[in-house]
């Protein structure tokens, strides 16, 4: 019997992919006062969702909006208690851009990683993410104020915040592409 083993190409392949991986994770990134200050932002505004929840409890309708129309009208209609939903989304795509923001060597970047390069990419990556959660949080906000209202969302809140994400996301990618 022959116990002679091949090895494919995908597993060449598979395998010098994980040790680029490895050889990448020694870089530390540490928080910049900025990236803190922007974190703080994030987590005021999730803290601030859940308190605007509590101390409206009483006063939301047993019946709230849960769907918006792209004019911003309401189109579907959920119980009261529906509205906790969206702080578990909130808190749960928070968490993981953050871990996310931890690996920024498993990204998909559009240019060559170098060691002259590495840092200032990987410190685009952690802030284009944590824009995003910031950004992210603040439209669940506003979805979170308007549920408790009971009101329509102004018709240029998704067109903004569409806006504001593809603006970010296109602002960091060059800057990445230019390091």
Not at 100 to 108: A, D, E, R, V
Not at 153 to 177: D, E
Request: proline content about 4%; aromatic content about 12%; charged content about 15%.
């Amino acid at each position: 019997m022959n116990n002679v083993v091949s090895v494919t190409d995908d597993e060449r392949l598979c395998t010098i992919c994980i040790l680029l991986v490895r050889e990448n994770l020694t870089m530390e990134l540490k928080y910049t006062k900025f990236q803190i200050a922007l974190e703080t932002i994030g987590l005021l505004l999730l803290v601030g969702m859940i308190i605007l929840i509590y101390t409206r409890w009483n006063q939301i309708p047993q019946q709230i909006p849960m769907h918006y129309n792209a004019i911003g009208e309401i189109d579907n209609w959920g119980s009261k208690e529906d509205i906790l939903f969206l702080p578990v989304v909130s808190i749960l795509l928070y968490a993981f851009l953050t871990a996310l923001s931890f690996f920024p060597q498993i990204q998909n970047i559009p240019i060559l990683i170098t060691d002259e390069n590495k840092e200032s990419v990987y410190h685009n990556i952690k802030n284009l993410y944590i824009f995003l959660k910031i950004e992210i949080v603040m439209l669940l906000f506003l979805f979170v104020y308007y549920i408790t209202i009971a009101q329509p969302l102004p018709i240029a809140v998704i067109p903004i915040f569409i806006i504001i994400l593809l603006g970010t996301s296109i602002f960091f990618i060059v800057r990445i592409i230019r390091s």
